[in-house]
């Protein structure tokens, strides 16, 4: 095993597709709160290698979550270049990394220009046998889609002009992770928000249908952070799912294992469509929500002499939300 391949098993916001020649994708997504939450953005670099070589390159989808709007800003892929050392792209004059990001973006009828930094990064618990959100699936080779938590909560520093529009993200909130793989599953849901009344709260759950060795399993993880402290769910780690409901505009999942239970309800705001890979090709249209709001419930179930006890009680806002084909889920 190369030092690069150690690596980025151990670091997944690396690029990991050194070498793909076909059906690959890799996107990072940066999501941006001001301080007042006035503005809300999501920012998606990646890139695209289909089956048609002619199609393969890279791409910066940029979501406007206030105004239900999104762009798709289209790059060769000679554009795109990247570190094997660390976590450090760019896409032409575009730079990406856990720390910050600059935008020069100028398609001829939207500038948008951007220097952010990022401060007070919450990463994911990492182990040996666990080196990201993943878990130990984060070793099983061949599987449609890969998922990194790179950054749970962090500050933001620094100013931004989406379209004539000044914005000051000083003191504004962010999130970062990241997807890589030949397709977005079938069916899946996902929820996130780190703006909690209590400060520093975040979670991110993240249930889809998943493909493996020709049949299909429902698989999940959330982590949830609160008073420094990281409440684990997962497939991988013998949580369970007690309840799924859903609607087109909103779902309630509860999720337990031995000692805890979470109740999760989010509801979409509004929404606007982006760009999915299927097969590399970045040929999908989901519909996502950045503005949703995310109430949690965690309680510690009774033990031997004791009551249930309820650790964690608070309503989240400008949340992310996206339920896509849930039906699959139930399958």
């Not at 076909?22 to 670099?45: C, H, R, S, T």
């Not at 002499?305 to 949340?319: K, V």
């Amino acid at each position: 095993m190369t030092g690069y391949t150690l690596r980025k098993l151990y670091r997944p916001e690396i690029f990991q597709g050194h070498n793909k020649k076909v059906n690959y994708f890799e996107g990072w997504y940066f999501k941006l709160v001001d301080k007042k939450a006035d503005n809300i953005y999501a920012v998606i670099p990646g890139i695209s290698i289909s089956k048609d070589k002619k199609n393969s390159h890279a791409f910066i989808q940029i979501m406007d979550g206030k105004n239900a709007t999104s762009d798709n800003f289209k790059f060769d892929f000679s554009d795109f270049a990247y570190s094997t050392e660390k976590f450090e792209i760019r896409i032409k004059n575009n730079f990406f990394s856990l720390k910050k990001i600059s935008l020069d973006i100028n398609n001829g009828s939207k500038i948008i220009k951007a220097n952010l930094s990022f401060h007070d990064i919450t990463f994911w618990p990492k182990t040996l046998i666990s080196p990201g959100a993943m878990g130990w699936y984060s070793f099983v080779p061949y599987m449609e889609c890969y998922h990194a938590v790179l950054s749970m909560d962090h500050r933001i520093e620094g100013f931004a002009n989406f379209c004539d529009k000044d914005i000051d993200f000083s003191q504004g909130r962010g999130y970062t992770e990241k997807d890589w793989g030949v397709s977005f599953p079938q069916g899946w849901i996902w929820i996130q928000s780190n703006h909690f009344k209590e400060s520093h709260s975040s979670i991110m759950l993240s249930v889809a249908k998943i493909p493996w060795k020709g049949r299909h399993f429902t698989g999940f993880i959330c982590g949830l952070l609160h008073d420094g402290k990281f409440y684990i769910f997962a497939t991988y780690n013998g949580a369970s799912i007690k309840m799924l409901e859903y609607s087109d505009s909103d779902a309630r999942i509860i999720l337990e294992n031995k000692s805890y239970e979470v109740k999760i309800e989010a509801k979409k705001r509004t929404s606007a469509t982006l760009l999915s890979p299927i097969l590399g090709a970045m040929d999908g249209r989901i519909n996502e929500s950045i503005d949703a709001v995310v109430n949690i419930k965690l309680i510690k179930k009774a033990g031997s002499g004791n009551t249930a006890e309820l650790i964690f009680d608070d309503t989240g806002y400008h949340g992310g939300l996206e339920i896509i084909n849930p039906e699959v889920l139930l399958s």
